[in-house]
């Protein structure tokens, strides 16, 4: 089975190690890639650094990640948004920060892929739901992103939001319509858990820009908490000093808390969060602490009781 | 009728024999031959493989169970007669239930009783479910006919199974979609149908 769990690992270096020729030619596409590598995985390539940090673990294969996905916007299914996404125009994009920072900022998307310090790290990604996969993004660390605009004192809490356009993603025009959540999707974070290094905003997988359904072209990666909280295809940042909304939370608060940090300890109220299925696995493995960022991320949480804020 | 029946019912079956095959060696090779010719809408290794069988296991159960509720309402409304079709249907509605029960059992309590019934004492969704495939494994073992006849009137209980089954489904769900509003809808149907002609 193992070929189904994973990209042949050398095969994924090799192709790694040819993105990087391309880059210090510094003409990515007019170098002669193998055929096979530039087929594999579609849109742009990226200009990246491996983070040897975060290079250890075995990435899910890509097709697994691109036809797994829960992206509401398109389609209550796993299979839909694959199909779905098609809609969604990544291009032109821009992020707006706002609220209590020194300077709000307006960024252009292709700024960012040009002059952001991008690098790869492959991350563990838990869905609440029970499945798990591993995911080669590539991004830069959200709090990069903070430091631009400039915190202050007030600055406590940061809300996203996806964006909200009916013509890209139709299913914001059917809230309500056979439960679908309600839209524009939000989620937050307080502000240390923003500012931790190990929070991300993607900007693409396996070494191009973000597929579709994968939340295009920008999206948070916060590794040590279910899923959900890593909303897709960003366009809103709002800085703020009291807690944020944040959408599963508001549709179901005894289900999905603010914190929704990955804990096998606490369980779901309908089932349990001790093990996980990896996507592609016939096995459940067991589900770690904080998703195996405990080193990193436990002292945020120091002194709080993690079974009343789940 | 009963072969094709009998046909229908091992479909799904064979759906997951065809989906599993591709996470084996050689079994594949058959499974990428059918793919190939025609069956690529059938999909490779699901990305799920716990959760795709548990729900398809669960469904066709839903499936079944609608089919032979559906028996007496065709009878009577249509008078289009299959009642001796009936039990066979409700069997392996039961079938189904127990394929899901025991693979819910397996995979998620890890074969462990007592965590079975923690589960359906603490999980609303898992007590409603359990309860279900009782009153299901109850008319199945007394459908044979020197039986029923004796406990014919325990076979009502199908409709409380219904209720439960319903309930099952939705509270197993993140929000309602599409798909659980019509199995819901339907079984609900039948019911009020049932209610309406006593």
Known sequence: MDENEVTDESIYKDRRSLMKIAAIVGAGAMVPMSLEAAKAYPGKSLNFETNKDFSTLSATDYDKITTYNNFYEFSLSKDGPAKLAHTLEPEPWTIEITGEVQKPLVIDMAKILTEYPLEERTYRFRCVEGWSMVVPWIGFELSYLLKKAGLTSKSKFVQFQTKHDPKMFPEQDKEGFFGNIPFPYVEGLRIDEAMNPLTFLSVGLYGKTLPKQNGAPIRLVVPWKYGFKSIKSITKIHVSSSMTRSTWNEVNPREYGFYSNVNPTVSHPRWSQAKERPLGAFFKQKTEMFNGYEKEVASLYKGMDLKVNF | ?198
């Open chain 2, 1 to 198: 009728m009963k072969k094709i029946i009998w046909f229908i019912a091992f479909l799904p079956l064979i759906y997951i024999l065809y989906k599993l095959s591709w996470g084996f060696e050689y079994p594949r090779y058959i499974a990428s031959f059918i793919y190939e010719h025609g069956g690529s809408f059938l999909g490779k290794f699901p990305n799920d493989p716990l959760k795709f069988i548990a729900d398809l296991l669960g469904i066709t159960a839903i499936q079944f169970l609608i089919a032979s509720l559906s028996v007496t309402p065709l009878k009577s409304y249509l008078k289009i007669n299959l009642i001796k079709y009936r039990r066979l249907l409700g069997l392996w509605s039961f079938a189904y239930a127990f394929m899901h029960s025991l693979f819910f059992f397996i995979a998620d309590n890890e074969g462990n009783i007592s965590m079975m019934i923690e589960d359906a004492y603490k999980r609303p969704f898992v007590f409603f479910g359990l309860s279900a495939f009782l009153i299901l494994f109850m008319m199945a073992i007394t459908s044979h006919k020197k039986l029923f006849s004796k406990f014919v009137k325990w076979h009502k209980l199908v409709y409380l199974a219904a209720v439960f089954i319903s309930l099952h489904f939705i509270m197993s769900q993140k929000v309602i979609g599409l798909n659980v509003s019509v199995y819901v809808g339907i079984l609900v149907s039948l019911l009020v149908l049932r209610l309406l002609k006593r």
